[in-house]
């Protein structure tokens, strides 16, 4: 089993920043794809970010050029720089990682979720 933690929500200012983390621990061989999504209330669940395992990347429109996602795969985490923060970017932030196994099997894991909150 994979189990993800997340780190490194909060309140913030807008205009302020926040880094997420999302360290993956267990029987994982290999992160092949980690992603964030957020869901703010009375919202479906959207991609922010993601990440491939060769570093490809794409991001939502409305979070080009503000947040950044990256990925460690010694300590098997990915993050999410987030700068430059608008109130509209309020949601709880998951992350999700495609992983392979020590058993060879890939599958699709989520995180527990972590609030963000931007607002004077």
């Known amino acids: 089993q994979v189990q993800l933690v997340e780190s490194g929500g909060g309140l913030v200012q807008p205009g302020g920043s926040l880094r997420l983390s999302c360290a993956a621990s267990?029987?994982?061989?290999?992160?092949?794809?980690g992603a964030w999504y957020r869901q703010a209330p009375g919202k479906e669940r959207e991609l922010v970010a993601g990440?491939?395992?060769?570093?490809?990347?794409n991001y939502a429109d409305s979070v080009k050029g503000r947040f950044t996602i990256s990925g460690d795969n010694v300590k098997n985490t990915v993050y999410l720089q987030m700068n430059s923060l608008r109130p509209e970017d309020t949601a709880v932030y998951y992350c999700?990682?495609?992983?392979?196994?020590?058993?060879?099997?890939?599958?699709?894991?989520w995180g527990q979720g972590t609030q963000v909150t931007v607002s004077s």
């Open positions: 990440i491939a395992s060769g570093f490809r990347t």
């Open positions: 999700n990682v495609k992983a392979t196994t020590t058993d060879w099997r890939v599958s699709d894991y």
């Open positions: 267990g029987s994982i061989f290999r992160i092949n794809y």
